[in-house]
Structure formats: structure tokens, C-alpha cells
């Protein structure tokens, strides 16, 4: 790894140096981790402004089906009317199973994406220990 200073003007010992060059991995690893949370946020947010998108739509397709039932003595049109606001609900029902689905996916998502990252973390302990160790001897 290089982090843009020769090892030899920074005059440090190679445990000095291995401890630097731990703390870096470990806060790039810090920093990963926190765009993964704010990412995990970011879709979390999306779905549930999805599902507030299937309700506005529903709200819509019940208001224009009074809108015919109400205001329009077509027999024809009524049946649209009708049909509209049979449909309202279904688009709502629609939307929760979406809604359920979606947010049942992300977090088993973030729940094995966790369990790498300590996975990785814990492996990486290990092996700067190891590498610590070995220079030591």
C-alpha cells in the first residue's frame, strides 16, 4: 500500500508503519460500512415513497370512478365509474404486497451484507494480528 509518503522520510519502525497502515484499512472500512447504511436509507425511503405512489394512484382511480358514477348519466359510463372504484382497492392491496416484499428483500439484504462485513473485519484482525506478530519475531 502506498499512502503517498516514502516510508523512509515518515522515519517510523515497521510495527509503527503496519499500525498506521491497520488504522487506514480499518477507517475505509468504517466509511464503506457508512455508505452501505445511508444506501440501505436511500431504498428503504424509495419503497416506502413507492407505496405512497400506489395509494395516491388508488385515491385517484376511486375519485374519477365517483366522478363518472356521480356526474355522468351515461349507463355506460357508470359502469366505468364502477369498475374504477372496484379497482381502487385492488391498486391498494397491490401496492402492500409490493410494499411487504420489497422491504422483506432489503433487509434480509442488509442482514447478510452485516454479516460479511463482520465476517471481513474479523478476518482482517486476524491476519494484521498475524502480520504484527510475524515482524515482531
Same mark, same amino acid.
Given at each position: 500500500?502506498?499512502? #503517498?509518503?516514502?516510508? %523512509? @522520510? @515518515? #522515519?517510523?519502525?515497521?510495527? =509503527?508503519?503496519?499500525? =498506521?497502515?491497520? =488504522?487506514?484499512?480499518?477507517?475505509? !472500512?468504517?466509511?464503506? !460500512?457508512?455508505? &452501505?447504511?445511508?444506501?440501505?436509507?436511500? &431504498?428503504?425511503?424509495?419503497?416506502?415513497?413507492?407505496?405512497? *405512489?400506489?395509494?395516491?394512484?388508488?385515491?385517484?382511480?376511486?375519485? *374519477?370512478?365517483? #366522478?363518472?358514477?356521480?356526474?355522468?348519466?351515461?349507463?355506460?359510463?357508470?359502469?366505468? #365509474?364502477?369498475?374504477?372504484?372496484?379497482?381502487?382497492?385492488?391498486?391498494?392491496?397491490?401496492?402492500?404486497?409490493?410494499?411487504?416484499?420489497?422491504?422483506?428483500?432489503?433487509?434480509?439484504?442488509? &442482514?447478510?451484507? @452485516?454479516?460479511? &462485513?463482520?465476517?471481513?473485519?474479523?478476518?482482517?484482525? %486476524?491476519?494484521?494480528?498475524?502480520?504484527?506478530?510475524?515482524? @515482531?519475531?
Amino acid at each position: 500500500m502506498n499512502d #503517498g509518503l516514502s516510508e %523512509e @522520510k @515518515k #522515519g517510523l519502525s515497521q510495527d =509503527e508503519m503496519a499500525r =498506521e497502515r491497520t =488504522e487506514l484499512s480499518e477507517l475505509r !472500512t468504517g466509511m464503506a !460500512t457508512e455508505r &452501505t447504511d445511508l444506501a440501505y436509507e436511500r &431504498t428503504a425511503l424509495t419503497n416506502s415513497q413507492t407505496f405512497l *405512489a400506489y395509494c395516491r394512484t388508488a385515491i385517484g382511480t376511486f375519485a *374519477a370512478g365517483i #366522478g363518472m358514477f356521480e356526474f355522468i348519466n351515461n349507463p355506460n359510463i357508470i359502469h366505468v #365509474g364502477v369498475g374504477l372504484m372496484i379497482a381502487s382497492p385492488i391498486i391498494v392491496i397491490i401496492g402492500v404486497i409490493h410494499f411487504l416484499r420489497v422491504r422483506h428483500r432489503i433487509e434480509s439484504e442488509a &442482514t447478510r451484507r @452485516k454479516q460479511v &462485513t463482520e465476517m471481513l473485519e474479523r478476518e482482517f484482525r %486476524e491476519t494484521a494480528d498475524e502480520i504484527a506478530a510475524n515482524e @515482531k519475531k
